[in-house]
């Protein structure tokens, strides 16, 4: 199997919950940050570090504005992406 039939599925589950989000966000905004994540961890893994650079980058953006609201649900949810994102970034 290769590398973009790996990420195939975290990239579809991207662009129908961002859909999704757009119409509803208060309901879906959270599947779509956890969508972007798997993408960027599902690009990491197959060797595609810098692609995976702006799915994460977008992911700690939305997780900020959701912990803002509620930082019981979504703050530590914030500090895993933004492990990721330092994962990820070059140096």
Do not use: F
């Amino acid at each position: 199997m290769g590398a973009t039939s790996k990420h195939w599925p975290c990239q579809q589950a991207v662009t129908s919950y961002r859909r999704l989000a757009e119409a509803n966000p208060d309901s879906h905004l959270p599947d779509l940050v956890g969508a972007l994540s798997s993408l960027a961890t599902c690009l990491a893994d197959t060797d595609r570090r810098e692609q995976a650079l702006a799915p994460a980058q977008e992911a700690i953006d939305h997780y900020h504005h959701l912990a803002k609201a509620r930082p019981d649900r979504y703050a530590s949810d914030a500090g895993a992406a933004a492990a990721l994102l330092n994962r990820l970034s070059p140096g």
